[in-house]
């Protein structure tokens, strides 16, 4: 049985128990929430060292960091660092992304490696194989990209990254209106290659009960992928992005009538103003399931900084309701990350998502702060770097620019704020 | 005549033609603003190869870089490095903070260097030279803080932080109702210690005339300093943050009144939900004189981040209306920024306003974006360099990741959604 039909018929799970444990809340408060679909518990039969993570309304907004190999950089060897990186700087969830070397080798080793939920593009694999089946990504025959998925399910993937809504019926909007940038999704620009020259409808949407089916045996959780995802600020909020959204929130209701766990992806490249009305469309849309959105970044001006536009617009996204933002990197549209990219990625999303927590109220949120700010005020610097995000990074910087004895900090030094003040306003024990 | 006497009198100004140029908008747009007090143009007279710029309503977001020696960092070279880097970074204006060293030196050489706007706290300077002078801070006669004023100001200084807003009044709402952090501003602190030591109201508050008269003379812009901000996200809009802005508004009225120009600073440490309602308390308390906001900082537990943390909220902060964005950097609460802080935190600050003026509907501003999407989708790497915020960065990223002939990335390589999306669109004349 899967998370949401045990949810169904009022029984508690272990997972569900951990996630409650996890995020402070009651048992009750996930059973309900899994039940209703507004909580994920992404966690395969077959995942045998994972940790469950929960995902959705209520609790924490959780960090995914996206990692494998590309044909430029097809060590297996280099992904399991990353993956480290990952979850030591505190990533929720990993997607392996392997387009390049032995594909299956590197799905393996990152499950058999990974204590947090992984996530795949079945897709990317299905394409890359086609090539050296079939000849070509077009010529891949529908049961193929079915045969892979349940090898996937088979051998412990979490959660799958499907494009189910990018039909006929979506791409009609997108030649009728046009775009800047059409498509910049890699699965939706295979299933987009496939479906036109084929002249056949996407055969993740013909077929989703199929998939259900799949989904359900290993209780992996869908992720109905955004193939129209705006890739600028220009073609954001469109009537082909919304088109895709409609046709995803009808399949929230089919896969949750198969007791299938189901959540929708968002955008990409969207204008501040227009998040929180993007977050608003998708829980409206489909029905609150979780929303786990891809940045957004903010302006497409700034490869390099890519890791900070999407920290502005992830952390307004999940203040507005997004429950799990997909990080994004230095290197994003420069090239593949490396372990310092991922690391650097990680961080900037867990800054978004715990911003965005003390806005939502997300129990245990605000108080992380106020601990720091305590520990500031008393120029408490062992306790200051022990709360930090990064303690690291933080103490790096502590010791290079300061004597080891030092109480204040080299930017004031004698004329420190907290010190002055609390001298004459008498409001700390604090000695100097 | 300063630039409102100039405005009020229907007067455009070589200054208005040039702040009009810069922003593409009519000169009559920048003479309404700067006669309602809705937008500045900080341009001491004795500033002389300064090359002004506009802060305020209709206007592209600024940015500021905090630069200057302190006790523990007192050479003067380092600090002219920073002006030079944070002005190739973008930065607007630049605030020289120095406390150690030569101070009127470090001033003078940066103004000299400096084709931004240079703004100061007088304080600062009145404080440190308080301790040889007189014994202590608290030992500061109220002559010598206007002494240190007028003198700062015959050097050239644009702007100067005064924190005229913590009077005996706010202070009550601070011991009244408590805090965390009491009060984490450096101005704030000696003007509390002065007043508490000696039970006089501020100068600056008591003698605010005094100060319009020097800032009337050499049309020095004032930027009414918030004493009172927030060092923590627990203390964020509390009654004292509050009480302290209501004055300021008073004295914007005063200072208009007088034909003297005048922002007003904001805060701090601000929750992500609560910022906006900052901005809108701020316009609406201070008559739509320009909001400049210290960041804000939406959490407080990432040290070593905060370059990060602040572009999230600027970000916000100016998509509500906030018009001048003070950089944090990565060293922020840790120690003095280096070189290399600086340029990180005025990138990170620029996102920040680029991406807001996008939402503000700025001029010009999503053209960039939509010009850079053009050459994404063209694969035209050379020109997605030079299009980048930090064209430095952009390329060795993209030179250190992928071979020089890669039409694609090696994020995809040859499953490039651009690529496979133009060949069966045929929505690019692209050729791979």
């Known amino acids: 049985m899967t998370q949401l039909e045990y949810a169904l018929s009022g029984i508690v799970t272990k997972e569900m128990r951990i996630v409650a444990e996890y995020e402070g809340v009651d048992e009750e408060f996930i059973l309900e929430g899994v039940k ?106 529908e049961e193929f990209i079915f045969e892979v998925i349940e090898e996937q399910a088979k051998d412990g993937v979490d959660f799958i990254t499907v494009h189910c809504g990018l039909t006929f019926e979506s791409l009609k909007k997108l030649k009728d209106n046009g775009r800047v940038m059409d498509i910049v999704s890699r699965g939706g620009s295979f299933t987009i290659a496939w479906m036109l020259h084929n002249d056949k409808e996407n055969p993740l949407y ?70 929180e009305a993007n977050v608003k469309l998708q829980k409206q849309l489909c029905h609150n399931a979780p929303f786990y959105v891809l940045g957004p970044i903010v302006t497409d001006i700034a490869p390099g900084y890519d890791h900070i536009t999407s920290a502005i617009g992830g952390a307004i996204a999940a203040a507005s309701g997004a429950d799990f933002l997909c990080y994004v990197t230095p290197a994003e549209h420069l090239g593949l990350p490396d372990k310092e990219d991922v690391k650097e990625g990680v961080i900037a999303a867990k800054i978004a998502a715990h911003a965005a927590d003390i806005a939502k109220g997300v129990k245990g949120a605000k108080e992380k702060d106020l601990t720091m700010a305590r520990a500031r005020k008393a120029l408490n610097w062992d306790e200051q770097i022990k709360l930090s995000i990064d303690p690291d990074k933080a103490f790096k910087y502590r010791i290079n620019k300061n004597i080891s004895t030092a109480k204040t900090c080299s930017m004031c030094g004698k004329f420190c704020a907290m010190k002055i003040v609390s001298e004459y306003l008498g409001t700390s024990a604090m000695t100097c």
Chains 1, 2 share one sequence.
Do not use: W
């Not at 947090?116 to 086609?130: D, K, L, R």
């Open 36 to 141: 209703k679909g507004e909580i994920v518990i992404p966690s395969n039969i077959n995942h045998k060292n994972l940790i469950p993570k929960g995902i959705g309304r209520g609790l924490s907004t959780k960090v995914n960091a996206n990692i494998g190999t590309s044909d430029a950089y097809p060590e297996i060897e280099k992904e399991i660092e990353k993956l480290n990186v990952a979850v030591k700087a505190g990533a929720d969830a990993v997607m392996d992304l392997s387009t390049g070397g032995d594909i299956n080798q590197s799905r393996r080793k990152i499950l058999e490696n990974s204590p947090v939920p992984v996530g795949t593009v079945p897709m990317y694999q299905a394409a890359v194989e086609s090539i050296s089946k079939y000849g070509s990504i077009v010529a891949m025959p």
């Open 206 to 275: 013909k077929h989703f009960d199929r998939l259900l089916d799949i989904a359900k045996k290993y209780d992996i959780t869908l992720s109905l992928g955004d193939g129209l995802r705006p890739g600028c600020l220009e073609d954001a909020t469109d009537s082909a992005q919304i088109q895709e959204l409609i046709i995803l929130g009808e399949l929230v209701k089919r896969a949750r009538k198969a007791g299938v766990q189901v959540m929708v992806e968002g955008p990409g490249h969207v204008p501040i103003d227009q998040i």
